[in-house]
């Protein structure tokens, strides 16, 4: 085998290689456990800044069954899903964090994250179909 044959073979070995690291990456950072939690939310959460809840958010709360203590569950001890965040959003950056509650719903809650105020946006329980109306 020649020089030229050899060190192509290494260079598409190393393509194959990021690409492969590129795809682990991207599965880990999908949503595990707060791994993923990017320094602004560790801050807020850390500081126990008070929650204020769309009207929304309240209603989806009320026909779905989850409480205040619930969404606070959540926020401690979730994951962030970042295929479901947009952390571009305006004016706050929005982060979906599921994690399944001690009644067993699997809930994802989407929060605001605003300088050093949580506002939740809306409330889902990702196992049952609810028809909310909440417009």
């Known amino acids: 085998m020649s020089y030229r044959k050899s060190k192509k073979g290494i260079a598409i070995a190393l ?6 690291l590129l795809l682990v990456n991207r599965n880990t950072n999908s949503g595990r456990k707060s791994g993923t939690t990017n320094t602004q939310v560790q ?3 850390a500081a126990d800044a008070p929650l204020s ?15 205040e203590e619930e969404i606070r ?5 979730g994951h962030i899903n970042l295929k ?9 950056p929005s982060y ?3 994690d399944k509650v001690q009644d067993g719903q699997e809930l994802r809650i ?3 994250v605003c ?8 409330c889902i329980d990702l196992d049952v179909e609810y028809s909310c109306d909440c417009n």
Do not use: Y
């Not at 809840?53 to 409480?67: E, N, S």
């Not at 569950?73 to 001890?77: G, I, K, N, P, S």
């Open 43 to 45: 801050q807020v959460i």
């Open 115 to 122: 300088d050093r105020q949580i506002k939740v946006i809306t």
């Open 15 to 20: 393509v194959l290689l990021a690409i492969v």
């Open 73 to 77: 569950e959540v926020l401690r001890e």
């Open 110 to 112: 989407v929060f605001g």
């Open 96 to 98: 979906a964090i599921e």
């Open 53 to 67: 809840f769309t009207k929304h958010a309240r209603c989806r709360m009320a026909c779905r069954g989850i409480t």
């Open 84 to 92: 479901k965040s947009d952390v571009n959003d305006r004016p706050c």
